[in-house]
């Protein structure tokens, strides 16, 4: 069992930044490849971007390319995080971690606002 936690959400102007973290505990959790997806309302949750297990390969959205970075610090617990610069109003959205490995868990969300 792998529990996930969010933080670092908020609300901003467009042009600014954020920083979420996501902290992992559990059994095996520095093994899991995660991620970060967002759920704007009234659309489907989509892929943000993914992180390997060891950190050497990261993976982005088409939409958050050059914005958006990826990282995790890997001690007794994983934290995941991501640096979100260039805000847009249409990143506006609630944010999950997501772990996979032989399963998938999920945060509850963090939510993450970009005002105009």
């Known amino acids: 069992q792998v529990q996930l936690e969010e933080s670092g959400g908020g609300l901003v102007q467009a042009g600014g930044s954020l920083r979420l973290s996501c902290i992992s505990s559990g059994y095996n959790n520095r093994a899991y490849t995660m991620a970060w997806y967002r759920q704007a309302p009234g659309k489907e949750r989509e892929f943000v971007a993914r992180?390997?297990?060891?950190?050497?390969?990261?993976?982005y959205a088409d939409s958050v390319k050059g914005r958006f970075t990826i990282s995790r610090a890997i001690a007794e617990n994983t934290t995941l995080y991501l640096q979100m610069n260039s805000l847009r109003p249409e990143d506006t959205a609630v944010y999950y971690c997501?772990?996979?490995?032989?399963?998938?868990?999920w945060g509850q969300g963090t939510q993450v606002t970009i005002s105009s």
């Open positions: 992180i390997t297990s060891t950190g050497e390969y990261t993976t």
């Open positions: 997501n772990a996979r490995g032989l399963y998938e868990y």
